[in-house]
């Protein structure tokens, strides 16, 4: 079995330097090659995080929800179920989401836990060009199942770039982190994490400088119950400017309250933490 | 160089009876002509349409204001082809150098014109492009971008060279007062504004004439578009309400004569999508279901399938940050 994936810019390295082999899309290939479902990129993404591991492509273990056109090619929201609760006997490890036309095609690798209730995800992203977007689920028994979806850029006037990274950047950090109230006991329970972070690609070339900004991004969220991980989010700049998460969690048999934590750390190592305290009973 | 008279050669009523009682010549996508609104003051009507869609670019306002030493040029279209449409227009119109080209912000259709118009002055001196200054590095970052689109949408850069968007050289900040370009004896006032439609808005007013560029901070006739902030936008309308014009011109339809009330419409449009997206933030409804709830566009504006899903889904984003 291969080993895990590192959480760290080494992987982020080598799957840069294997795209740059791959080329980027241009426009003479945009409605050919780049189209297609098995496209080079996908190729190399796929040879690069899972070797020669089978792929089931269905939806009998993730269904992705996605658009099939982006309305605003900067928030596009995308929504991964999963078909089943999380349980010993059968269990999702692993969520990989990969957006094939992207600059930076792994767009996140989010890891659950038993405690995670559903191996569910919903977030927002930016989606540069027409593309497929894909969600590959390892099971606990170490299979790879993907579903897909083919999502149309915006186009026009409708840019991934923020709308306003100066006022994201003045509230750098600041988080919301919150429980549905009123779930059924024992049941996994949703909660909602938005994180004021302008998670820029910076693969923007400054004119007067000829500089590339820096890229300044959230790159990994631990979020955990009572000190239990319930989630691990290893994302970048294909998420949206303030990230957004709404995910789920188990407070457990005979648990009462606790506390639930988001620690978050961005590509300049800075690193945000937000707490909130379940009320008892209530969750 | 002699300078032009200031007037035109035909008076403008005649003009128009022209061009609507004449067959317009073959060549009139290529050939528009600048409609006068005052001495010296002219205006290029864009067609409503979502840029790039079928191809089509020339999709907003653009303009010109001729003082006794230079012109400047007010956003400059939506494509290189659009740019020398409207640096014939000017040409027709007076042969003084232009001076700046000011982009009223970084959307494709008002900026793509831009390098075009730096062959306005032969072996003069290019002129200056005039920008917020945010504009620089929003172009800097969308670029890429609008150049994939108009490769896929509209022609593939060998056909149509989108070879350089001229970048702004000249930035005005955001205070609370004007900066001034003076065009010989003709002075624009230009402001830049707090993130409203974009994060880099700029309004230019003509005070000889009366006349205020209002870049895409109102809109008639297409539906506005928001691509910075909602709250912000509803602020900079209070502050724009309160200055005077004898006329406005939005960055798409048609010219307003009833300033301020012209921008009544626009200002509903976002209240109403104001307090639509609350009550769905109110409702615990996700970004996708606020969009499904919300997606059909009000009455009384073109364009609401293009647009306002995307403005639900911008102002989904902003409000969820000010429960």
């Known amino acids: 079995m291969k080993p895990a994936l590192p959480h760290d810019a080494h992987r982020r390295l080598t799957l ?76 999702v490890r692993k969520l990989t989401l990969v957006i094939d036309n992207n600059p930076s095609p792994l767009a996140a690798v989010f890891t659950y836990t038993l405690d995670s209730g559903r191996a569910d995800i919903e977030t927002r992203v930016r989606i540069d060009e027409y593309t497929f977007v894909r969600a590959i689920a390892e099971t606990g028994d170490g299979r790879l199942h993907m579903s897909k979806r083919f999502v149309k850029a915006s186009g026009g006037c ?74 691990q989010a290893d994302v970048d700049f294909a998420i949206s400017e303030n990230p957004h998460l709404r995910f789920y969690f188990t407070p457990g048999a005979g648990a009462s309250g606790g506390e639930l934590t988001a620690e978050v750390v961005d590509s300049k190592d800075l690193r945000f933490e937000q707490r909130t305290t379940l009320r008892p009973g209530a969750r | 160089m002699k300078a032009m008279p200031q007037q035109p050669l035909h008076a403008v009523p005649a003009a128009l009876l022209a061009a609507l009682l004449c067959c317009p010549p073959v060549h009139a996508a290529d050939a528009p002509q600048a409609v006068q609104l005052a001495p010296g003051a002219y205006h290029l009507p864009g ?47 007076s042969t003084l150098p232009v001076c700046y080209v000011i982009n009223t912000h970084v959307h494709p259709d ?27 590095a929003a172009l800097a970052a969308r670029e890429p971008y609008y150049r994939r689109a108009f490769a896929r949408d509209v022609a593939a850069p060998s056909q149509d060279g989108l070879d350089r968007i ?39 007013l003509d005070r000889a004439s009366g006349t205020l560029w209002l870049g895409d901070l109102v809109f008639e006739g297409h539906l506005p578009v928001l691509d910075g902030k909602l709250a912000g936008w509803l602020q ?10 004898t006329r406005a011109i939005p960055g798409h339809g048609r010219v307003f004569e009833d300033w301020p009330s012209a921008l009544q419409p626009t200002r509903r449009y976002l209240q109403t999508l104001r307090g639509d997206v609350n009550a769905a933030l109110d409702d615990g409804a996700s970004l996708s279901q606020a969009v499904e709830r919300l997606g059909l566009a009000p009455e009384g504006w073109l364009l609401g399938d293009a647009f306002h899903r995307r403005n639900v889904t911008a102002a989904y984003a902003e409000l969820e940050w000010s429960r």
């Open chain 1, 16 to 91: 840069a330097w294997l795209l740059a082999l791959a080329g980027s899309p241009h426009a003479a290939e945009i409605k050919t090659a780049e189209d297609s479902v098995d496209n080079e990129r996908w190729r190399k993404v796929r040879a690069s995080l899972f070797g020669e591991r089978p792929i089931t492509e269905d939806d009998s273990v993730v269904v992705l929800e996605a658009p099939a056109r982006a309305e605003d090619a900067a928030v596009v929201p995308i929504a991964i179920r999963a078909q089943f609760e999380q349980a010993p006997a059968r269990h």
């Open chain 1, 158 to 231: 409708s840019a991934p770039p923020g709308k306003d990274p100066q006022a994201a950047q003045a509230t750098l950090g600041q988080m919301r982190l919150s429980v549905k109230p009123d779930a059924p006991p024992d049941r996994p329970v949703l909660a909602q994490l938005m994180i004021s972070h302008p998670n820029d690609s910076g693969l923007v070339m400054d004119q007067a400088t000829r500089q590339y900004t820096p890229a300044w991004f959230v790159r990994q969220i631990d979020v955990r119950h009572n000190g239990k991980l319930v989630l």
């Open chain 2, 47 to 93: 067609e409503h349409a979502p840029w790039g869609d079928q191809g089509r670019t020339r999709v907003a306002n653009t303009g010109f204001v001729i003082g006794t030493r230079c012109v400047a040029v007010i956003d400059s279209g939506g494509s290189p082809a659009d740019g020398r449409a409207l640096l014939a227009a000017v040409r027709r119109v």
């Open chain 2, 110 to 136: 008002h900026l793509l014109g831009n390098a075009a118009l730096m062959q306005a002055n032969g072996s003069g001196p290019p002129p200056r492009v005039v920008g917020h200054a945010r504009l620089a």
């Open chain 2, 166 to 204: 001229a970048p702004p050289d000249v930035a005005v900040q955001e205070t609370k007062e004007v900066h001034q370009l003076d065009l010989g004896a003709r002075v624009l006032e230009l402001r830049a504004w707090p993130t409203a439609h974009t994060d880099n808005d700029l309004t230019v």
């Open chain 2, 236 to 245: 900079v309308l209070d502050a724009l309400a309160g200055m005077r014009a």
